[in-house]
């Protein structure tokens, strides 16, 4: 299949996740459009820029999940968008800080969407801090697997 003049979209593209998606983007010939929250942060985009095709095909965009219109320019054209932005980080609060943002930030994403007809499929991912609680310690020996899937009720 020829991917040539493909765009799409990958939101937190400077993830882990995200980083591993634009590098197999790349490597297949698409043209990807990632969005970054600093431009200016070497730590969001040296490693990007750094990428086999980047130089070529890829396109970073400051986007921020809580910014209505924020991800409009980076969608603008696509015919695809990969949804992996998401934030992370420990808090006290994880309904306000975690839950509440990577809900709107999904909405902000989606109705950036809606504006582009070119657009065809949209894929949303989710972090494994969604369902990898279960309260004992990660240590180097654990293999995560469904035995560590948060307790719904917690």
Not at 29 to 51: C, I, M, R, S, W
Not at 85 to 109: M, R, S, W, Y
Not at 136 to 152: A, C, G, M, Q
Request: glycine share 8%; charged share 20%; aromatic share 10%.
């Amino acid at each position: 299949m020829n991917r040539e003049g493909k765009v799409v979209c990958v939101t937190g593209g400077s993830g882990y996740i995200a980083s591993w998606l634009v590098k197999f983007l790349l490597h297949h010939g698409y043209t990807v459009k990632a969005t970054v929250l600093d431009l200016n942060d070497p730590k969001q985009t040296e490693h990007l820029f750094a990428l086999d095709g980047a130089k070529e095909r890829l396109f970073l965009f400051k986007a921020n999940l809580l910014e209505d219109g924020s991800f409009d320019s980076a969608i603008d054209g696509c015919e695809g968008v990969f949804h992996t932005a998401c934030p992370l980080f420990c808090t006290n609060d994880p309904q306000a800080e975690l839950i509440d943002p990577a809900v709107k930030g999904t909405l902000n994403v989606l109705r950036s969407c809606t504006k582009v007809p070119s657009l065809k499929r949209v894929i949303i991912t989710s972090s494994m801090a969604s369902v990898m609680f279960d309260g004992k310690p990660l240590i180097p020996d654990v293999v995560i697997d469904e035995t560590w899937f948060s307790d719904p009720t917690y």
